[in-house]
Every structure is written in C-alpha cells, then in structure tokens.
C-alpha cells in the first residue's frame, strides 16, 4: 500500500511538471479548416485561442495555422495531424542548420537590391513613365511625394526600405502599390517583396498566402526567386511535400549555378524530414558538385561528411 501511495506522488509530481513546463501558444493566424484535439474529439481553432505545446492540432487541405510564444513561432501548411511538442524539436533542428544561413543571404541579396532585382526594377520605369504621361499620370506612386527618393521606381523604393530593415514600412509600401498601382505585370512584383517582409517579421502564413495568390511560370524573372523564398518557407513550416514540388520543377529545368546549389540544399533537409536518406544524399551530391569551392559547396561537404 505504502508502495503504491509512493509511485502516485511521484506520478502527480512528473505530471505537474511536465504541466509547469509547457510552453503557451497563441493562435495568430488561421485559414481554412483547423482543430486541437479535445478528449476524444477534435474543436475548432480560431485565431486568439491559447494552445499548450502537449496540444494535438488537425489541418485539412488548403489550411494554415501560425502559433507564437514567448520563445518560438510555428506555422503548418500541409494538411496532417501534429503533435506540437514534435514540432518544437523539429524547429529546433531547423535553427542549427548552419547552411540555411548561406541560403537566407542568398534570398536576403537577391531581395534587397543587387543588379538582378535592380534589372527587374528597370521594366517598372518604363511602367512609371507610361503611367505619367497617361490617364493615371495622377497616381501617387511614390512613398512621399516630397520624400528625396520620389523619382526611384517603386522596386527600388522598396528594396531600400528592406535593407534598412523597415519591414513595417516597406509592408506599407508595397500593400499601397498593389492597390494603386495600375500595371498589372507589376503586381507578382510588389506580392513578393511583401511576402518577403512578412517573412522577415516571423509572419510565415501571411507571407505564404501572398505567394500562394501569385502565378510565377519558368519563365518570369522571378521564378528562381520565387521558389526559394516560398520553398524556405515551406521548410519552416514542416510543408516538406509542398516544397519538394516546386523544387522539382525548378530543377528539372536547372542543372546548375548557385541558385540551383540553394534549391538542391534546400531539398536535402525536405528529404531528410520525410527520412529519405537516399535522396536526400543525392541532392547534397549535386549541390558539391556544382561548385565545391563555394560556400554552399562546402556546406553541402559538410553535410555529406554529417550523414
């Protein structure tokens, strides 16, 4: 009898715990169909519901789902039942993955004004000018009329915005653009960068809905872009399927350069989520072969070496 009053306390002591120990979430985002798991059954999750991290959720197709804390963020996309607590270590693994900060540098320089995107920018001043001389020569385009930059495209504008780290600003903008701007070939333009600074502001399903509402084909100059900055996202938000798919398609048409290194890169750790060991080694392969002398080639190397 003593014996079993002993293995009860220390049963309510690990329980109590385990209960002090978990980690509150708040419901920041929500889209489509989500439910937390509730005894035997599953409830409805809306956005300012409070989840414990020993919380079950449930998405249907097309959901998405963004929780925060004190601590971390997690965003779910594919459709699938979860178990927070494996996700909170799953971000962790995310985070110590040295070679996801040569991808995001790459992301970062493409984004924030070198002379590929300063290319891109160079078709909206053709726009601009049209837009002058034309029936919207009235259209306020630029951030501040008076603002020193007025006569900078507004790519340019707000690439500057960005690499200042003004995301709240550059959101501003670039929301601004897409309802007054009056090109429609710009527009794949303005969503990108916005879902860029929503990504910048941890606001991963925001950023993923703006790139989800945009039809970017293999031939747009954005396309590369595109497919890594979505596909990061889908890594960071457990979609490794999603991201597999348009990494593919990249692929298939893109053998090499360093773009194609950062898709290669990023689907080896996808592979490695859906414990693909073959493939995922296939495409770390590729990524050193490309070129082993650069950066994300030794970080392929040394993930090669890591397995």
């Known amino acids: 009898m003593k014996s079993q009053k002993i293995?009860?306390?220390i049963?309510?002591?690990?329980?109590?715990?385990?209960?002090?120990w978990a980690e509150s979430f708040t419901v920041v985002f929500s889209d489509g169909t989500v439910k937390v798991k509730s005894?035997?059954?599953?409830?409805?999750v809306e956005t300012g519901d409070s989840l414990s991290s020993a919380s079950v959720v449930k998405l249907a197709s097309g959901s998405m789902l963004e929780i925060v804390s004190s601590k971390n963020t997690?965003?779910?996309y594919d459709a699938g039942i979860y178990a927070l607590n494996d996700l909170l270590n799953?971000?962790?693994?995310?985070?110590?993955q040295k070679f996801l900060s040569a991808v995001d540098a790459r992301i970062q320089n493409m984004v924030q004004g070198n002379n590929y995107h300063t290319t891109s920018a160079a078709g909206l001043r053709g726009f601009e000018q049209g837009a002058r001389g034309s029936e919207f020569e009235d259209v306020e385009w630029a951030v501040e009329e008076d603002d020193a930059d007025s006569d900078v495209d507004p790519i340019t504008q707000g690439q500057n915005l960005l690499a200042l780290n003004k995301y709240d600003e550059a959101i501003?903008?670039?929301e601004k653009m897409l309802t007054e701007w009056p090109y429609s070939e710009a527009k794949p333009f303005?969503?990108?960068?916005l879902a860029y600074a929503h990504a910048e502001k941890k606001q991963r399903a925001q950023a993923l809905k703006l790139l989800d509402k945009i039809s970017i084909n293999q031939g747009h100059i954005l396309y590369a872009d595109y497919v890594m900055l979505k596909g990061r996202l889908f890594l960071e938000s457990f979609a490794y399927k999603s991201a597999l798919e348009i990494f593919k398609q990249y692929l298939a048409l893109n053998s090499e350069g360093e773009n194609t290194q950062v898709v290669l890169l990023l689907a080896s750790y996808c592979y490695r989520g859906l414990d693909n060991t073959a493939r995922q080694k296939e495409c770390l392969i590729k990524a050193k072969e490309i070129d082993p002398a650069s950066l994300l080639g030794k970080e392929a190397n040394a993930l090669l070496k890591e397995m």
């Open 7 to 9: 293995i009860i306390t």
């Open 11 to 20: 049963c309510l002591i690990l329980f109590t715990t385990a209960f002090l």
């Open 39 to 44: 005894g035997a059954g599953w409830k409805p």
């Open 74 to 76: 997690l965003t779910l």
């Open 90 to 96: 799953a971000s962790q693994k995310v985070k110590s």
């Open 172 to 174: 501003a903008h670039f």
């Open 190 to 193: 303005f969503s990108y960068y």
